[in-house]
């Protein structure tokens, strides 16, 4: 499975574009323009699975700081104060990562 079996790959590019300035990534905004936050449940919890490298049932700090580039091999990092704000945005259970229901409430509120 790829993230352009569930979102067209246009949209996330323009996605990935609109965030290339450091310290200018907003989850929502990504979320919103890539066409994720229209997805259904089962969709959201796809694109999870293919976030999590490490199949641990969690996105780490350290997964989460090339995110962008999940989406676009060859795209920026996310810098520290993004990756902390994403974390903090999703982490109801403050275990300092995301799970996949945590990614979801995420993604789909």
Same mark, same amino acid.
């Given at each position: 499975?790829? $993230?352009?079996?569930? $979102? ?7 996605? =990935?574009? !609109? ?6 990534? @907003? *989850? &929502? ?5 890539? #066409? ?7 969709? =959201? ?5 293919? $976030? !999590?490298?490490?199949? @641990? #049932? *969690?996105?780490?700090? @350290?997964?989460? &700081? ?5 989406? =676009?091999? +060859?795209?920026?990092? $996310? ?5 902390? @704000? ?5 982490? !109801? ?5 995301? +799970? ?6 995420? =993604?789909?509120?």
């Amino acid at each position: 499975m790829s $993230l352009t079996s569930i $979102l067209s790959a246009e949209a996330i590019e323009n996605a =990935v574009k !609109d965030c290339q300035a450091p310290d200018s990534f @907003s *989850y &929502k905004k990504f979320f919103q323009l890539c #066409g994720l936050s229209s997805k259904t449940p089962q969709e =959201v919890k796809n694109v999870f699975q293919i $976030l !999590d490298e490490d199949n @641990s #049932g *969690y996105i780490e700090e @350290s997964e989460l &700081k090339y995110f962008l580039q999940r989406f =676009v091999p +060859g795209a920026r990092t $996310l810098t520290e104060a993004e990756t902390k @704000s994403f974390i903090s945005a999703a982490d !109801d259970d403050n275990d300092g990562r995301i +799970g996949a229901e945590e990614f979801q409430t995420m =993604v789909l509120s």
